[in-house]
Structure formats: C-alpha cells, structure tokens
C-alpha cells in the first residue's frame, strides 16, 4: 500500500512537466529589410505584408526620439533621420525604419500568432528594435526617447525558431514556409 501511494505521488508530480515537454509551440523570427525581402524567404506576401504595416505603425510611437538632429545623426549615421512634429508644435528627430521584425507564433507547425516590430541600424551598422513596449523610456535634452536592445538576426536570411517546452532555450534555423 505505502509503495503504491509513494509511486502515484511521484507519478502526480512529474505530470506537469511532462505536460511542458509535450509543449508544440514555437516562434519563428525574421528579420527584413523589406517586404520583398520577406515573402523571398517565407513564400507569404500577406503575412510579411501584414508585419510591415504593423511594424510601421509602432514604429511612429516607438522610434527613438531625439531633440536635435545632430543627435539622431550621432546615434544612427547621416541620413538616416528626419524631423517630425507631435501636432502641438513641438519638433523631434527620428530615425528612418530601415528593416522590421516579423514574429510568428506556430502550434504543431501551423501559424498561431503574428506580431511585427520595428528595427533600426546604429551607426555602427548593427539593428536594433526598442527595447520595451512602453515609449519614452530614456530622456536626451528634454525629448522621450525609446531604449534600444540589439536585435540578434541576420537580415533577409531563414528565420530563426525558438521551440516552447524542453527545447525553449535552444533554437535553430528554419528555411520558412
């Protein structure tokens, strides 16, 4: 009697972690400088179309804002900025979306979820993506200015896929589809 309640304990409470083994979701991550870009590696002009809308209309709340131009242009490189105006007569700088993120969630291979994100170069020419969905997170001079994080993903290149469950912290490539 003792074994067989000692065993079914054990059993209970491997469950849930047989469950998260089991997991069948995925992300797949991509990183385009255009749409065009996009559907050559996925084969999809809806969805990568579909993540460039959304990726350009975060980016007029999200984009890194800066009081002067001489600030943008040592951030991200000459040419690279414009002036905008908030509609209450107050000008800012910010960089030009020079590529955007499409994040697709997958469950047992088929899409489950779409997001698209806004990427940046530096002037160092590495991407970035702001770093939080909150805006105005660092101040120069006055303005609110998004915090950048580095985006890890190679251009126009097979998204990379990161797997829910046991495989959640390693990932590999995949060539879309």
């Known amino acids: 009697m003792k074994r067989s309640r000692t065993a079914a304990l054990v059993m209970m409470s491997t469950a849930p972690l047989l469950l998260t083994a089991c997991n069948n979701e995925s992300t797949r991550e991509g990183l385009y400088t255009s749409v065009e870009a996009c559907v050559a590696q996925t084969n999809d002009r809806y969805t990568c179309q579909q993540a460039f809308d959304e990726a350009r209309k975060q980016a007029e709340t ?5 009081a002067s131009r001489e600030e943008c242009i040592a951030a991200h490189g000459a040419e690279q900025c414009e002036q905008r105006s908030d509609g209450n007569g107050h000008s ?10 499409m994040s697709q969630m997958l469950r047992g291979g088929q899409p489950a979820g779409l997001a698209g994100a806004p990427a940046y170069r530096d002037r160092a020419g590495n991407w970035q993506r702001p770093a939080g969905a909150a805006t105005g997170g660092v101040y120069r001079n ?9 985006v890890n993903a190679q251009p126009n290149a097979a998204p990379t896929v990161t797997r829910g469950g046991f495989g959640a912290s390693s990932s590999s490539r995949s060539s879309g589809g």
């Open 142 to 150: 006055g303005m609110g200015s998004t915090a950048m994080a580095p």
């Open 92 to 101: 800012f700088f910010m960089p030009f979306m020079t590529g955007f993120l």
């Open 62 to 66: 999200s984009s890194p804002r800066y």
